[in-house]
Structure formats: structure tokens, C-alpha cells
């Protein structure tokens, strides 16, 4: 549906909840080179069963790990960030909830910094955060927002 639509092959996914299967994993992985020109490995999150040392290195986080014999790139999710969005922030002033992720996010950078490669994934959960938060979030992510675009950044 993907390809009909947009006219090109997904190079990514996000499987429902950041869940992984064997399932999953199979009908997201690159074609075999004989079905065309090669595809970026896809992007999937949460295989903390499948590679038990990477569940444990604290900075297998926020950093693509493949993933044994599929093919595929994917990211270990470190809810912490997710759950202070989901369920912690609509508590605060919007202000000092964005004010503490980006924080948060500024203090992965520097303990990331050595490591390279890392993107950070905040991954929600299933259930609408936003609408514990004032007015569907709106303060809290006019803030973050404010927060981002003001930072600078250096190559």
C-alpha cells in the first residue's frame, strides 16, 4: 500500500507499540537483491529479546543495532524519556517540562557524545498523553518546540 501510494519502497517502519516479532521482522526486511535495486535496512524498535548484551549496554540505546540474520537495523528503546512525556509532564508547567527534556536530551548527547551514531527515539505509548496534559499539550510543546529551534548547533 506504501509503494502504491507514494511510489517508492518504505525504508523504515514502526511496528504498533514498538513491538517486534519474527513475524514482523520478516515482512519488514530488505528483498533479496534479485527483486531489485538494494533498500536501506528498515528501522524497527524494542528487540531487547533478541540480543540479550545489547539489552544491558547502556549505550546500546538511542544507536541502530542489527539484528541478527534479518537484515535489519533497529533501536532498543529507553523509556524514560517516553514515560515522562506519557505520564509525568502533564503534571508540570509547561515551561519546566519542556525546560527538563531538553535537559534530559542535552545530558544523552554528552554521555553519547564519544559513541556516534545515535539518534534518539522517544516512543509514546498506545494510550493519548496529550490529553492529560492543558489545553491537548499545547503549552508544553510550544515550549519545546521554542526550546529546539533556539539551539545551535556545531558540525
Not at 533478541?50 to 541478527?68: H, I, Q, S, V, Y
Request: charged residues 20%; glycine residues 10%; negative net charge.
Amino acid at each position: 500500500m506504501f509503494t502504491r501510494t507514494f511510489g517508492t519502497r518504505p525504508t523504515g517502519c514502526w511496528p504498533a507499540e514498538g513491538a517486534i516479532s519474527a513475524g514482523t521482522a520478516r515482512a519488514a526486511r530488505p528483498p533479496p537483491a534479485s527483486a531489485g535495486p538494494p533498500a536501506a535496512p528498515r528501522c524497527c524498535a524494542e528487540p531487547r529479546a533478541t540480543d540479550r548484551r545489547a539489552a544491558e549496554d547502556p549505550l546500546a540505546f538511542n544507536r541502530p543495532t542489527g539484528w541478527a540474520g534479518t537484515g535489519l537495523s533497529c533501536f532498543f528503546r529507553d523509556d524514560t524519556l517516553s514515560d515522562l512525556i506519557g505520564f509525568t509532564y502533564a503534571t508540570w508547567h509547561g515551561d519546566d517540562a519542556a525546560a527538563n527534556l531538553v535537559e534530559e536530551l542535552a545530558q544523552l548527547a554528552r554521555r553519547y557524545e564519544s559513541g556516534g551514531n545515535h539518534a534518539v527515539l522517544i516512543a509514546l505509548d498506545g494510550e493519548n498523553a496529550w490529553e492529560h496534559y492543558p489545553f491537548n499539550g499545547f503549552y508544553f510543546l510550544r515550549a519545546l518546540y521554542e526550546h529546539l529551534a533556539s539551539i545551535r548547533y556545531s558540525s
